[in-house]
């Protein structure tokens, strides 16, 4: 057997599309979606991730601004934008480019963004909505995932996900989005005792866990959908995800390369977001 090659790019072009469409027709009303990207400091791999972003707003014909802050900006001038932001009404989506330098509260930085304007979907409202159940913007990469996983085909209804990784932005909300599918949903992470067993029972796996390669084939139930959400650096310099891909490949059903799988679909997610925000915000 081999797998299907669920191919993130060719989906998040798709959907890329459907957005696209959907701004079109809005503008003929008057409304442009709009999103602010605050970027404070130089990281270099947050430079690239805010570049990518701008990118796709003007291919989607977005109105964006982005707060390029330099390092020292002090946490009370950083949350005086964010307030300034919340009322600015060509603006339906703001992102802070996270991490933040450390002199920084990240959490009263999140806090401050106002719900409807959370685009990323990390604000605790934003969060308690999603466990709820209640329409609300969704995290970006988790609902990629979930997007990948329906648009290869699969139905999730019934099924057994296994979600390895624990984090806020990730795993966790991952989880959540499997259960409101109806899934039946188990959490592994550092500490679970007996992580292959419970893995290898999964029809629906998702690794979100930030060790290369960490999943080999002996995690797999054959005919798995395999999920890969890792993005790690070879020392040789190339990227490689939590999934040992060669490996897999054979014994799952479906499966994510990296890259070209659950990464494109981050930022066609907040494009996502951030043109539902604007639907919302006019009615
Ligand atoms: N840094 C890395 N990924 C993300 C993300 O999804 N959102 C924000 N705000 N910062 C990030």
């Known amino acids: 057997m081999t797998a299907q090659i669920i191919n993130g790019k060719?989906?998040?072009?798709?959907?890329?599309?459907?957005?696209?469409?959907?701004?079109?027709?809005?503008?003929?009303?008057?409304?442009?979606?709009?999103?602010?990207?605050?970027?404070?400091g130089e990281d270099p791999a947050s430079k690239v991730y805010v570049g990518s972003k701008e990118k796709a707003c003007i291919q989607l014909g977005f109105y964006s601004e982005v707060h390029r802050l330099s390092a020292?900006?002090?946490?009370?001038?950083l949350l005086a934008l964010i307030h300034k932001l919340n009322e600015q009404s060509t603006i339906n989506g703001i992102l802070v480019q996270l991490p933040l330098p450390k002199h920084i509260n990240e959490k009263a930085v999140i806090d401050a963004i106002s719900v409807d304007k959370d685009v990323d979907g990390f604000h605790p409202e934003s969060v308690g909505n999603l466990v709820i159940g209640d329409d609300s913007l969704l995290p970006c990469t988790p609902a990629g995932v979930i997007e990948l996983i329906k648009r290869a085909g699969t139905d999730i209804a019934g099924k057994h996900a296994v979600v390895i990784g624990r984090s806020n932005i990730v795993g966790k909300p991952v989880?959540?989005?499997?259960?409101?599918?109806?899934?039946?949903?188990?959490?592994?992470?550092?500490?679970?005792?007996?992580?292959?067993?419970?893995a290898s029972q999964a029809d629906i796996l998702v690794a979100a866990i930030g060790r290369a390669k960490a999943i080999d084939r002996s995690y797999v139930k054959p005919g798995a959908v395999v999920i890969d959400v890792g993005i790690n650096r070879l020392p040789?310099?190339?990227?490689?995800?939590?999934?040992?891909?060669?490996?897999?490949?054979?014994?799952?059903?479906?499966?994510?390369?990296?890259?070209?799988?659950?990464?494109?679909?981050?930022?066609?997610?907040?494009?996502?977001?951030?043109?539902?925000?604007?639907?919302?915000?006019?009615?």
């Open 10 to 40: 060719a989906i998040s072009d798709m959907i890329r599309e459907e957005v696209k469409a959907e701004t079109d027709k809005l503008r003929q009303q008057g409304v442009v979606p709009g999103l602010a990207v605050v970027l404070v």
């Open 236 to 283: 040789d310099g190339k990227l490689a995800g939590d999934v040992d891909y060669e490996d897999c490949l054979e014994v799952s059903g479906a499966i994510t390369p990296v890259p070209g799988g659950v990464g494109p679909m981050t930022i066609t997610m907040l494009m996502s977001n951030t043109l539902k925000a604007a639907k919302k915000a006019h009615g």
């Open 175 to 198: 989880a959540m989005l499997l259960l409101r599918e109806n899934a039946t949903v188990t959490i592994c992470h550092s500490r679970t005792a007996n992580l292959k067993e419970i």
């Open 72 to 77: 020292d900006t002090s946490e009370e001038d």
